[in-house]
């Protein structure tokens, strides 16, 4: 798991500890000291810790003005026994959406396992994010990640799905991400209705 880092291919157009808004402003990394684990496998130092001991995140873009953010998350999401939605919400979520953020793409592919538990969180982040036009997209579940989520019902905050994974997402440059993934929520909308 050591040598799996974020996706870095965009460093060019944002880096979260260079920007003011960011949680993850001044963090300083290491390309040669491992310190962050998930139980035993040592990850790679990139990954940016916000107090779950089993999840980690990477902010890979974050446009203010458009009010949109992606999150790369690596680990076991663990609801039931260390609350990681908790974390998640409180120390990234939270931060930026005081800063306007109100549109969430999370890319969950290096999401290895999730255990759920109550929903509360999650339905004051689809709340908050709906009050002002947002959304939260899960992309590139894995299957028993996702069987796990909708298992939980969390299917009724979060838009997850058929559509959302296997998405090419690193094709795309951030800004053209943002309205591809909003034509795939509309289309999905469409369906429902």
């Known amino acids: 798991m050591h040598d799996i880092e974020p996706y870095y291919q965009w460093r060019d157009f944002y880096i979260a500890s260079e920007d003011e808004r960011s949680p993850f402003y001044g963090r300083i990394y290491s390309e040669f000291t491992f310190s962050n684990r998930v139980y035993n496998y040592m990850i790679h130092p990139q990954w940016d810790e916000f107090g779950s001991p089993t999840l980690y995140s990477k902010i890979l873009f974050a446009q203010y003005d458009l009010?949109?953010?992606?999150?790369?998350?690596?680990?076991?999401?663990?609801?039931?026994?260390?609350?990681?939605?908790?974390?998640?919400?409180?120390?990234?979520?939270?931060?930026?959406?005081?800063?306007?953020?109100?549109k969430f793409i999370l890319i969950c592919e290096?999401?290895?396992?999730?255990?759920?538990?109550?929903?509360?969180?999650?339905?004051?982040?689809?709340?908050?994010?709906?009050?002002?036009?947002?959304?939260?997209?899960?992309?590139?579940?894995?299957?028993h990640?996702?069987?796990?989520?909708?298992?939980?019902?969390?299917?009724?905050?979060?838009?997850?799905?058929?559509?959302?994974?296997?998405?090419?997402?690193?094709?795309?440059?951030?800004?053209?991400?943002?309205?591809?993934?909003e034509d795939m929520i509309d289309q999905r909308e469409k369906r429902i209705t």
């Open 145 to 181: 990640v996702e069987r796990e989520m909708v298992e939980t019902q969390l299917d009724n905050y979060l838009y997850l799905g058929d559509e959302f994974n296997d998405f090419s997402w690193r094709k795309w440059l951030p800004p053209l991400l943002l309205p591809k993934i």
């Open 67 to 102: 009010g949109f953010a992606i999150i790369e998350l690596m680990g076991e999401w663990n609801d039931c026994i260390t609350n990681d939605i908790m974390y998640l919400k409180r120390n990234i979520v939270d931060r930026l959406q005081k800063e306007g953020i109100r």
């Open 110 to 143: 290096n999401v290895l396992n999730f255990h759920g538990d109550e929903d509360v969180y999650y339905e004051e982040w689809w709340e908050e994010a709906m009050d002002e036009e947002g959304w939260v997209v899960m992309l590139n579940l894995l299957d």
